[in-house]
């Protein structure tokens, strides 16, 4: 049997720490069992690329989710998991001269459509 692969569109960071923390939990669970995944981030989404950002989110926390800056080095560094941030949310969220995470590299929709056809796709 073929195994599936799933791209993550993440949406959220600082306005909802709780999601994108579920997000990054889930894709770990995941990972584990060497499922192949990426994530494509947009919106708030795209702040977690900024080198930095995630460390920032650590008094957002809530109760029961690990900490969003674990997560993403977690899956980065151990699982080799790729972000891609959408193009056309870099400028509007002050991107254009930050430094990113390992493994993020900006990539247009059209990107992410490509991947839509590939694979099945978990909206955060």
């Known amino acids: 049997m073929e195994q599936k692969k799933f791209v993550f ?23 584990v069992f060497d499922i192949d995944l990426d994530f494509f981030l947009m919106n708030e989404g795209v702040m977690l690329a900024q080198k930095g950002f995630a460390e920032n989110m650590a008094g957002q926390k ?5 900490p969003v800056h674990e ?6 560094e151990d699982f080799g998991v790729n972000f891609y ?30 991947m839509l056809l590939e694979r099945q796709s978990l909206s955060f």
């Open 71 to 76: 997560l993403l080095y977690t899956l980065t």
């Open 62 to 66: 809530k109760n029961g989710f690990s």
């Open 9 to 31: 569109i993440l949406t959220h960071s600082f306005d909802r720490p709780d999601m994108a923390a579920g997000a990054l939990q889930l894709a770990t669970n995941m990972k």
């Open 85 to 114: 941030v959408c193009a056309s949310c870099v400028k509007p969220y002050g991107l254009d001269d930050a430094e990113m995470i390992m493994r993020a590299t900006v990539k247009p929709g059209s990107f992410l459509a490509e």
